[in-house]
């Protein structure tokens, strides 16, 4: 028999051990210790510390409880170390052989090391950019420029299923895709019933992976495993999303994403070379990427993960309908992560959003789809609550209290400057002459991606409570 733990989020086990099973024996209990160690407690009352399951990203229901709570995970090629190991080998190799190394930040992460080193954002992106390059790294990118094409793509395949939806049954409430950890979820929990319902359309991440090893592969005259892709992001489901085989080049051999660092993982590596980053000297930002110059940093209106169901929703009143929204009013309901938009003319509701944060929304929103009471048109889902700026790899404060530190994140991200992705004049070129257009194949393969329903096997990740 097993005991429930204090990590139980899904009702399925997200703390795998090896269990020694005698032939002909009762079952055996599991205690676990406060240290967080593991005892397989026999009938007879004897104890016997079990060892600690190593996991392929493949296995991971991707809960973040195992992770999170620093258990010894096997992630391959996903780490600040493996990082190291790229710079190190770049010192000595011949040219012929080196990496060009690029990093990519999420604007989240951005904001949750401003917070922590007491400094702007635009200064924390600078200094951040003059720390990564005194180790070896050549390039650094925001992928703020990759969640312009993210948002575009999202709203045009929005108002395709609209107005599909008396000829698809599974067209609408679309679902957002921008969060691996509700992905993973939902291919290994729900499966074949909820993916149609899931936007096609690729996170931020895997779009600057099809930049970085295309687009600017090209403009460097390199092959795509030519570069060393590394990207910061707020959470370790990013690390999942990246080794995903959809985001795998079979022709080179290499992934769009080479290596997920998150947040706190570059506060290590500050850390361990005894750098504050208060006290490095700022230099211009790297703009492949940016319509914008070095001394300006640009977000998106919406919110800390960013923004899709705002862009998504004004973008339809005003397609569909031909309705301009300036603001958007959002009417929480049980709590805050999970609250309504409703456009209504004349007393007809015309659009009704909704965001669900957390996998208790989560869970409530997947059981109302799966008895057909949801009247949602479209759900920004996200799996951390509160969203990506509270995401399990952003950095933590001890002594100050959650609330009060993810408001400090949240003030910082949102300082910047807002942009509107329909303007952005380098998107606009790059859809033209890389893509080839909106609408080609090209910016399919680039901008959008697949999922896939993962049967259930007799694992410890399938116990249920």
């Known amino acids: 028999m097993l005991e429930k733990c204090s990590f139980c989020k899904k009702g399925e086990c997200i703390k795998p051990v090896k269990v020694e099973k005698n032939p002909g024996k009762a079952a055996a209990k599991i205690r676990i210790e406060a240290d967080g ?29 195992c992770i999170t709570s620093a258990e010894s995970v096997l992630i391959t090629q996903q780490s600040h170390e493996e990082l190291y190991k790229v710079l190190t080998f770049n010192k000595t190799a011949a040219p012929s052989e080196q990496k060009l190394v690029v990093v990519s930040v999420s604007p989240q992460s951005r ?10 954002v635009l200064e924390t992106a600078k200094k951040l950019t003059t720390f990564l390059k005194s180790l070896g790294v050549h390039y650094v990118f925001d992928t703020t420029f990759s969640r312009n094409f993210s948002l575009l793509e999202s709203q ?30 939902a291919e290994k929990t729900h499966g074949s019933f909820i993916i149609p319902y899931i936007s096609t359309a690729k996170s931020p991440q895997q779009v600057m992976g099809s930049l970085v090893k295309g687009h600017f592969a090209e403009q460097q005259h390199l092959r795509p495993d030519q570069i060393y892709h590394v990207t910061v992001m707020p959470c370790y489901d990013k690390k999942l999303e990246a080794s995903r085989p959809d985001f795998f080049n079979q022709e080179y051999q290499t992934r769009d ?3 997920v660092i998150t947040t706190g993982e570059v506060l290590r590596l500050l850390e361990q070379e005894g750098i504050s980053l208060s006290d490095v000297d700022p230099v211009p930002l790297d703009t492949m990427f940016s319509s914008v110059t070095e001394e300006e ?52 509701v015309l659009l009704q959003f909704a965001l669900a944060y957390g996998f208790r929304n989560i869970q409530n929103l997947v059981q109302k789809l799966k008895r057909g009471k949801s009247p949602y048109h479209y759900v920004e889902v996200m799996a951390c609550p509160s969203g990506c700026l509270n995401g399990g790899g952003q950095i933590k404060i001890e002594g100050e209290s959650s609330k009060d530190w993810l408001q400090q994140v949240e003030k910082l991200y949102e300082s910047l400057k807002t942009e509107i992705p ?17 609408d080609s194949e090209k910016a399919a393969k680039a901008l959008h991606t697949e999922y896939h329903a993962v049967e259930k096997t007799g694992t410890g990740f399938n116990i249920k409570w």
């Not at 904001?111 to 702007?120: D, E, T």
């Not at 923004?307 to 973008?315: C, N, S």
């Open 257 to 259: 994403v080479d290596c």
């Open 156 to 185: 045009r395949e929005f108002v395709k299923r609209f107005r599909k939806q008396s000829e698809d049954k599974k067209a609408l409430p679309m679902l957002a895709s921008a969060c691996p950890g509700w992905i993973c979820y």
């Open 297 to 348: 940093l640009t977000s998106h209106s919406g919110g800390g993960s960013g923004g899709y169901l705002e862009h998504i929703y004004k973008y339809a009143a005003k397609e569909l309908f031909g309705i301009q929204v300036d603001t958007i009013q959002y009417k929480p309901l049980k709590n805050k992560d999970f609250q309504e938009v409703t456009l209504e003319k004349d007393g007809v």
């Open 37 to 65: 160690s593991y005892f397989q407690i026999n009938q007879d009352g004897g104890a016997q510390k079990l060892e600690k399951a190593k996991i392929t990203l493949n296995d991971c229901l991707a809960c973040s409880g």
């Open 111 to 120: 904001a949750s090391l401003a917070a922590r080193c007491k400094m702007n």
């Open 422 to 438: 329909e303007k952005n004049q380098t998107v606009n070129e790059l859809y033209e002459h890389w893509l080839g257009g909106m």
